[in-house]
Structures are given as C-alpha cells and as structure tokens.
Nanobody, 123 residues
C-alpha cells in the first residue's frame, strides 16, 4: 500500500518561510519522479516543483522559481519543499505526488497522491 504523507503546513506571515515534508512508503521509488502540486481557494490544482528520485534533476513552476526549493532524502524516503519569501497568493493546499514517468508536470501522469497539507500566508 503506497502512502504519501505530507506535513509541515501552517499559518505564516508574508515574507516568511515554511518547509513541507512528504514521507513516502509502500514501494521503492527508485526511478520515480516526486512532485509538489497546490490548489488555492477557487483555483485549479497547479504544478509547483518536481525532482527525480535518483538524480538532482529539478524543475519549478514559474510562480515559485527562485523562492521554493525541492529536495529529497533517500535514506528517509522523504521529499521536502522549502518555501521562502512566501506571498499571500501561495495560500493553498499542497499535495505530494509520485509518478513512474520522467520529466512530468501533468497531474494526469501522477499515480500516487498524498492527502494534502494547508499553507496559509497572511498579509
């Protein structure tokens, strides 16, 4: 049973930082692409960032480039999203996802999803 469990969300003031974690279990994720998506109030779910499990290859959505950093700890089977210089428009539920496909930003190509963690950025 594959599980992706997000944690680390919360309330933060604009300009602040948060680090989200995604603990993965239930299978080997070698060769997988791990990603973060988010869905703000009244908005469609959007791609945030992705990383390959075995390499340092990363890719970011335009709205977070230069502010967010995705990373992983293979020993802990955990993926992280460091979020700096947060803005109110970053307010969303953040989801962790896993795909066997490389270089993928499309939600439809991700097989496994976490339950999400709420991030709220106040003015």
């Amino acid at each position: 049973q594959v599980q992706l469990v997000e944690s680390g969300g919360g309330l933060v003031q604009a300009g602040g930082s948060l680090r989200l974690s995604c603990a993965a279990s239930g299978r080997t994720f070698s060769g997988y692409t791990m990603a973060w998506f988010r869905q703000g109030p009244g908005k469609a779910r959007e791609f945030v960032a992705r990383i390959r499990w075995n390499t340092d290859n990363t890719y970011y959505g335009d709205s977070v480039k230069g502010r967010f950093t995705i990373s992983r700890d293979n020993a802990k089977n955990t993926v992280y999203l460091q979020m700096n210089s947060l803005k109110p428009e970053d307010t969303a539920v953040y989801y962790c996802a896993a795909s066997p496909n490389p270089f993928i930003q499309s939600m439809a190509r991700y097989d496994y999803w976490g339950q999400g963690t709420q991030v709220t950025v106040s003015y």
